[in-house]
């Protein structure tokens, strides 16, 4: 196995006396799309501006393709592509000149013109930056991430505010990086960008690492999946409870309408189904609902709004 | 669509081709901003064509009025590029982030250092080739001859060196804002009270030394000796040479890229 694209140990950043990153660790496998999940201020951004070489960590490691980000920085940024959150552009420049301009300092950058029409950046090339929209000016970034043919890229909320097509370029692009042996760490908001893109998810919430896998594992083992049928009321769920493996939970949330939440697996709703037959009752509207990574975020990180 | 090879082949340019690439990108990011053209070449040249027909209105002291208002004009523009255009160029950058993507570049500070320099001095070629050419049409008569290009070359290179020391002094700290405030406040200032225009000898008497002392005295008094043909004085290149090293070493301790 090669070694880790990207090795973060116990780290730790602080801003005056607030602690941004509290002990986070983090690895990238090689060739890989790993994402970091987490809500605003939960310390995305500043773990992979440590991981760039823009901060010194407070303590812990930062290893990035094996060397230092800070004191090995000239030996890393041609190797490394950045697309930062926002800006990084001349506000004068026109969109096609800053390409240029930003392929002019690598060896063998990208070809310009299928670059550009892979991200749609063709019909505003002329237009000054500070004049694209949003989504435009995300996909320049990361054109600019790219054009230098990496090794590894890290992109800060790559599709935010991108148009659904956009946004589909992007994923191609991102999916098509990895395929060609481009290790890829982003961050994100979007459930569906993660699930979709990511071989490998951490959660991160108030400077922490909370849950890490596959979206799978996330979504499956790591959450509480719920069964809810409908039966006659009054059943006894004590009883339901004790026959279902540990770990689950029965009760009538309804008058007649049953949840049962807990790891399911299909011995799970073998015994609630069984549990019905020896109780003589038919379990209607039986359902089996998987948690989507939403709710397992939600889970995680708590659902009240954040400023 | 057509394909696109996207596995990887990392690698950096030469720093030379870098830093040539830097320094063309920033010449025609400032050649295409209005009020920066206005104030590197239009003013200097308003000025020497309104200095030199409007007689009476400037006391320039003795001597013929065009021979006495160049050097002056050649100081004022160099002011304009290397400190005024300099400092809120950067201030910007720092603004939008591109001190701060380049950062993540291959091009290294050092790199972004002498491209900003070697499109400085591009810039002042071009300021200094227009004035003295529209000068020597209104009759200005340098003397000094070879050893005097080679003086006004030395005072202009350290000239340049001050006053980008200083403008990157001020970029690096003050918001951007300010700085775009801050270096227009200093650009008029010492075109009023600094010698860059009206020669140190026409100041009271007691402003005297702390106008030679400024980076503007120093640069535009040493240009008006040296095309008067006479030798050009210590004291004028220690002032600049000081300016030049005190602002550098505050700034590499204060500059803030973000």
Redesign the interface.
């Known amino acids: 196995m090669t070694a880790p694209a990207v090795k973060v140990r116990d780290l730790v950043m602080r801003y005056g006396a607030t602690t941004a990153v509290d002990g986070l660790s983090l690895t990238v496998e090689t060739g890989t799309i790993t994402a970091i999940l987490g809500p605003n201020g939960a310390g995305k951004t500043t773990t992979m501006e440590t991981c760039?070489?823009?901060r010194r960590p407070h303590s812990g490691t930062v290893r990035v393709l094996g060397l230092d980000p800070l004191a090995q920085h000239?030996e890393l940024?041609?190797?490394?592509g950045?697309m930062?959150q926002?800006?990084?552009?001349?506000?004068?420049?026109r969109a096609e000149?800053m390409l240029r301009?930003?392929a002019?300092?690598?060896?063998?950058p990208?070809?310009f013109?299928?670059?550009v029409?892979?991200l749609g950046l063709g019909s505003c090339g002329r237009t000054p930056y500070r004049r694209l929209s949003g989504g435009q000016q995300k996909r320049l970034g990361l054109a600019?991430a790219?054009v230098?043919?990496?090794?590894l890229v890290i992109l800060d909320e790559p599709t935010a505010g991108l148009d659904p097509q956009a946004r589909r370029a992007a994923w191609d692009?991102i999916e098509?990086?990895a395929a060609?042996?481009?290790t890829v760490l982003l961050t994100t908001h979007h459930m569906e960008e993660a699930e979709r893109l990511a071989a490998f998810i951490y959660v991160v919430d108030r400077g922490r690492v909370v849950s890490s896998g596959s979206p799978a594992e996330l979504t499956s083992s790591g959450a509480r999946n719920t069964i809810r049928f409908r039966a006659a009321p009054g059943l006894d769920t004590a009883s339901l409870a004790a026959a279902l493996p540990a770990g689950c939970t029965a009760h009538e949330y309804a008058p007649g309408a049953y949840q049962v939440d807990g790891p399911v697996t299909p011995q799970t709703l073998a015994t609630v189904t069984s549990w019905c037959a020896a109780q003589g009752v038919m379990p209607e509207s039986l359902a089996v609902e998987r948690h989507t990574l939403e709710d397992v975020f939600l889970q995680l990180t708590g659902r009240e709004l954040r400023s | 669509m057509t394909s696109l090879d996207l596995s990887p082949a990392p690698g950096a340019q030469p720093l030379p081709h870098m830093v040539a690439a830097h320094a063309l990108m920033e010449t025609r990011l400032l050649l295409r901003n209005g009020e920066q053209l206005l104030l590197a070449i239009a003013i200097p040249l308003l000025l020497l064509v309104g200095g030199a027909e409007a007689g009476g209105l400037i006391d320039l002291g003795p001597g013929r009025r065009i021979d006495v208002l160049t050097p002056g004009v050649l100081a004022l523009a160099v002011l304009s590029t290397s400190f005024t255009s300099l400092a809120i160029a950067t201030a910007f950058e720092r603004r939008y982030g591109v001190l701060k993507r380049l950062g993540a570049s291959p091009l290294p500070r050092s790199g972004l250092l002498l491209g900003k320099v070697a499109s400085l001095l591009v810039i002042e070629a071009v300021q200094l080739s227009l004035i003295a050419a529209l000068a020597l049409a209104l009759g200005w008569r340098p003397s000094g001859g070879v050893y005097a290009v080679a003086a006004v070359g030395l005072l202009v290179t350290l000239g340049t060196s001050a006053f980008a020391a200083l403008g990157l002094l001020m970029a690096g700290t003050l918001r951007a804002e300010a700085t775009l405030a801050a270096a227009n406040l200093v650009y008029v200032v010492l075109l009023a009270a600094g010698a860059v225009v009206v020669p140190l000898a026409k100041y009271p008497e007691w402003m005297q030394p702390v106008v030679a002392a400024l980076p503007s005295g120093a640069l535009a008094e040493g240009l008006r000796e040296v095309t008067a043909g006479a030798p050009l004085g210590w004291q004028r290149l220690a002032v600049l040479a000081c300016w030049s090293a005190g602002a550098a070493a505050v700034a590499v301790r204060t500059f803030r890229w973000e």
């Open positions: 760039e070489g823009y000239r940024s041609p190797r490394v950045v930062l926002s800006g990084g552009a001349w506000s004068a420049v000149e301009y930003v002019s300092l690598h060896a063998s990208l070809p013109a299928p670059l029409e892979r600019m790219v230098g043919r990496p090794e692009l098509q990086l060609s042996g481009v």
